[in-house]
């Protein structure tokens, strides 16, 4: 589980996309800010959570949903920050400083 934060247009999606596409995944990754969750077929199942619009998610949550989609594949969420004490603690935390044209200063906790 890859959980990221960063400001509005910091580039989580950005990240993803190219984390996803190193995970052999052949479409182009774009934000599920609608659907909830993009699921992607690579080397291993990608789900890709966008945690934006908490509301019917914290619900999903609540219901186990991170449980579900742990077995056997990478989940990344976008907007982790909104969904505090959900996480899991061995989730690996990328957070995104800068945007617009500022350099983006990314730092990695296992
Ligand atoms: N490392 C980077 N360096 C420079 N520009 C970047 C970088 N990553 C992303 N961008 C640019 O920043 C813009 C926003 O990127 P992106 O949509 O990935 O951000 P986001 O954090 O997902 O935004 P949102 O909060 O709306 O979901 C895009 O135009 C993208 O090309
Ligand atoms: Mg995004």
């Known amino acids: 589980m890859v959980a990221l934060t960063g400001e509005l247009g910091a580039g989580k999606t950005c990240f993803i ?14 934000s599920p800010t609608f659907v909830l969750i993009n699921q992607y077929r690579g080397r291993v199942p990608v789900y890709h959570v966008d945690a934006y619009r908490t509301d ?42 800068g ?5 983006r200063v990314i730092t990695i906790r296992t």
């Open 56 to 97: 019917s998610l914290t619900e999903l949550m609540d219901l186990g949903l991170l449980e579900l989609l742990g077995g056997g594949g990478v989940t990344v969420i976008e907007w982790a920050d909104k969904l505090p004490s959900l996480l899991p603690s061995e989730a690996i935390r990328v957070h995104i400083d």
């Open 99 to 103: 945007v617009g044209d500022e350099p």
């Open 17 to 30: 996309q190219g984390l996803v596409r190193g995970l052999g995944v052949s479409v182009r990754a774009t």
